[in-house]
């Protein structure tokens, strides 16, 4: 019988969290996920119908032979429901660490049942096995008539084959790190991170990433705390997004840990409620919303820091210890993307400490030039010219001068004003109101920028006023 989603998503989480800590050699959650009549019978002599005691027992002696030492490539699982029963088929090839060499071993064959429980889902039974080496296809017993020989050599035949699948699987994964490179090295401006965000899920779902939900790259800006999330996912697309630090606990958390070093791994989950909560604060952070959320109990993450910030991926289903290997060589191939991407922003910083300069020695020229008071309405059209050209939108420019002496002691001020749709003849206006507002600033033992905002909401208008005091 066919497992709901919901219930494939749950059970595949419980099964990976489980072999995760037997090859990393964790026993406390290893021995977490048996039932109390649970019988195994593995793939050695020594491992025939254990009780849960002594299979995990078995596991606390043998866990160094395991942990850190241990890969599962080419796996494929199958989930199936039989009656009260749930039936898990996993086949993979097991590689060793042999000194700096990962080792072809053999290819193994997992089975097990699970049932559900008040404490959740529990394996019942398992049995891991191998191929018999001695039968050829199609026969099931191995005879005496094939030789040593044949057998050792089949042997190496298939050890050979596996290892050859292995280092074609290298160079894929190279090559792909090869165009993340490339695009890379063509990087023009600082938002072609997006592309490089996009181009890294491409790039992942070739390499078995079947439930990649989006690719992520944080920037962090510690001055402002907040971070650039270049983002990409084929529901919402590419997109950018300044979040703050502090906008939500796992962010927080994130950050807290991502910072602690360049070379961190960081993941974590969202499950049941937390997950409905966690959609309403991504949609008010700007992102489009996940539809594929609504039949899903649990979203992972997982991230790696580099210098200043962190690239991670969120998934559907949780990955297996070999992805989060090549998600790490992403990472470390994203380095040099990192870098060219400060070299863009040094760059872009220069040109803009240029365009201020040429504007500013403009200005001066015009204003060193003046003969007479008149000439400040051509200085202020200038000014509000090269601040356009800065890309600045304003709504106008002007020349402000108090005028402190007057023949019938009211102050007066001056001012020479200019906006995109002309400018306005010479004129006095009264020391009062936002006028002295402006004064008084100026009067102040270090003036500096003042500013003001006028909003009118019957009109939907809104005017800051930035005012440069001397």
């Not at 390499?207 to 920037?219: A, E, K, P, V, Y």
């Not at 991407?341 to 240029?354: G, K």
């Not at 006028?454 to 005012?467: A, D, H, P, R, Y």
Request: glycine share 4%; proline share 2%; net charge negative.
């Amino acid at each position: 019988m066919k497992l709901s989603n919901i219930e494939a998503s749950e059970i595949a989480q419980v099964y990976e969290t489980w072999l995760n800590s037997y090859i990393s050699g964790d026993i406390e959650t290893y021995d977490s996920f048996f039932d109390d009549g649970y019988h195994f019978i593995g793939s050695t002599n020594n491992e025939e119908y254990l009780s849960r005691k002594e299979t995990t027992d078995f596991l606390r002696k043998t866990a160094d032979q395991l942990a850190g030492k241990t890969q599962l490539r080419n796996d494929e699982k199958t989930f199936e429901r039989q009656g009260n029963l749930v039936i898990i088929t996993h086949f993979f090839d097991a590689y060793f660490l042999s000194g700096t060499e990962w080792t072809y071993y053999d290819r193994f064959r997992f089975s097990s049942a699970l049932h559900h429980t008040e404490q959740g889902w529990l394996f019942v039974y398992q049995h891991f096995s191998t191929p018999d080496s001695n039968a050829n296809e199609g026969e099931t017993i191995g005879y005496d008539q094939i030789s040593a020989e044949n057998k050792e050599l089949r042997e190496a035949i298939i050890r050979r084959t596996a290892e050859l699948e292995n280092k074609t699987r290298d160079l894929e994964i190279q090559n792909s790190l090869e165009r993340i490179r490339a695009i890379a090295m063509g990087m023009s401006r600082t938002d072609d991170l997006l592309h490089i965000a996009e181009s890294i899920f491409t790039e992942l779902k070739k390499h078995g990433f079947d439930s990649l939900r989006n690719t992520m790259i944080n920037i962090y800006q510690d001055q402002l705390e907040s971070f650039l999330n270049y983002d990409f996912s084929p529901n919402s697309g590419k997109t950018l997004t300044n979040i703050e630090y502090k906008s939500h606990p796992f962010t927080e958390n994130l950050i807290q840990e991502t910072r602690s070093s360049k070379d961190v791994f960081s993941e974590f989950q969202v499950k049941g409620k937390e997950l409905e909560e966690w959609r309403n604060y991504r949609k008010g952070m700007g992102e489009a919303d996940d539809p594929a959320l609504d039949t899903r109990t649990t979203l992972s993450y997982y991230f790696y820091s580099f210098e200043n910030g962190s690239i991670g991926i969120s998934t559907y289903e949780p990955i297996n210890q070999n992805q989060l290997g090549v998600l790490k060589l992403f990472k470390n191939t994203f380095e040099l993307t990192y870098k060219r991407y400060l070299d863009l922003q040094n760059a872009l910083a220069l040109a803009r400490e240029s365009q201020i300069e040429a504007a500013l020695e403009r200005l001066r020229a015009r204003s060193l030039s003046m003969q007479k008071s008149d000439e400040l309405a051509d200085a202020s059209i200038l000014l509000e010219e090269e601040i356009r050209k800065l890309g600045i939108e304003n709504w106008g420019c002007a020349f402000h001068i108090y005028d402190e002496e007057t023949a019938d002691g009211t102050p007066w001020d001056l001012e020479w004003f200019t906006s995109f749709a002309g400018f306005l003849p010479f004129y006095k206006t009264p020391r009062e109101n936002i006028f002295l507002k402006y004064y008084e600033e100026s009067k102040k033992e270090i003036p500096s920028l003042f500013r003001n905002l006028v909003q009118k909401s019957s009109k939907n208008i809104t005017i800051t006023s930035n005012l440069y005091l001397f």
